[in-house]
T-cell receptor, first 114, second 111 residues
Framework: AQSVTQPDIHITVSEGASLELRCNYSYGATPYLFWYVQSPGQGLQLLLK??????LVQGIKGFEAEFKRSQSSFNLRKPSVHWSDAAEYFCAVGAKAAGNKLTFGGGTRVLVKP | DTAVSQTPKYLVTQMGNDKSIKCEQN?????MYWYKQDSKKFLKIMFSYNNKELIINETVPNRFSPKSPDKAHLNLHINSLELGDSAVYFC??????????FGAGTRLSVL
């Protein structure tokens, strides 16, 4: 069975500072990996995805993530955080063999200090 | 135009009632999903339909019954609502590529 762990429940970062959110997954085959962002009271918006190929993937809003198979990780990064990046971030693993169902991590809430 | 739309956005009801949440997508996708997000923000899949056929049915009480009249619609009917059903319910759709697009959610409060 697939699983996702996001070790950090909350992260507080100053505006303009860099951000890294951790994600570890467990899946028996090559995973499909995703990062979604949820702003307060909103739905989930896809930031980026990894299916295959280049292990460093670029997403929207200046985010990037790196797939490291040896560490079973897919960490999300942004070089310079903006106040509008305050939100809940979810890492997810997809299983094509299981009808594309997504298994989500518990989420990391990002707070941005002025 | 909203790609995945859910109605209603908010739903407040009494225990024991029956309610439905509707979902429609205009993306031409074959697969649709229902997810539940609990009070701790944990997201878990409930159901998935591919072209009107049920393909994923997680361990959800049988009070929850999804219905897909066509591949653009996936509705969720809940019988005999309980306090523990209070949550945000998200609908999503995807093409065969597997990228899922989510609706804005329906916040259900059972009193």
């Amino acid at each position: 069975a697939q699983s996702v762990t996001q070790p950090d429940i909350h992260i507080t970062v100053s505006e303009g500072a860099s951000l890294e959110l951790r994600c570890n997954y467990s899946y028996g085959a090559t995973p499909y990996l995703f990062w979604y962002v949820q702003s307060p009271g909103q739905g989930l918006q896809l930031l980026l995805k990894y299916f295959s190929g280049d292990t460093l993937v670029q997403g929207i809003k200046g985010f990037e993530a790196e797939f490291k198979r040896s560490q079973s990780s897919f960490n999300l990064r942004k070089p310079s955080v903006h106040w509008s990046d305050a939100a809940e971030y979810f890492c997810a693993v997809g299983a094509k063999a299981a009808g594309n169902k997504l298994t989500f991590g518990g989420g990391t809430r990002v707070l941005v200090k002025p | 135009d909203t790609a995945v739309s859910q109605t209603p956005k908010y739903l407040v009801t009494q225990m024991g009632n029956d309610k439905s949440i509707k979902c429609e997508q205009n993306l031409g996708h074959d697969t649709m999903y229902w997810y539940k997000q609990d009070s701790k923000k944990f997201l878990k899949i409930m159901f998935s339909y591919n072209n009107k056929e049920l393909i994923i049915n997680e361990t959800v009480p049988n009070r929850f019954s999804p219905k897909s009249p066509d591949k653009a619609h996936l509705n969720l009917h809940i019988n005999s609502l309980e306090l523990g059903d209070s949550a945000v319910y998200f609908c999503a759709s995807s093409p065969t590529s597997g990228i899922q697009y989510f609706g804005a959610g329906t916040r259900l409060s059972v009193l």
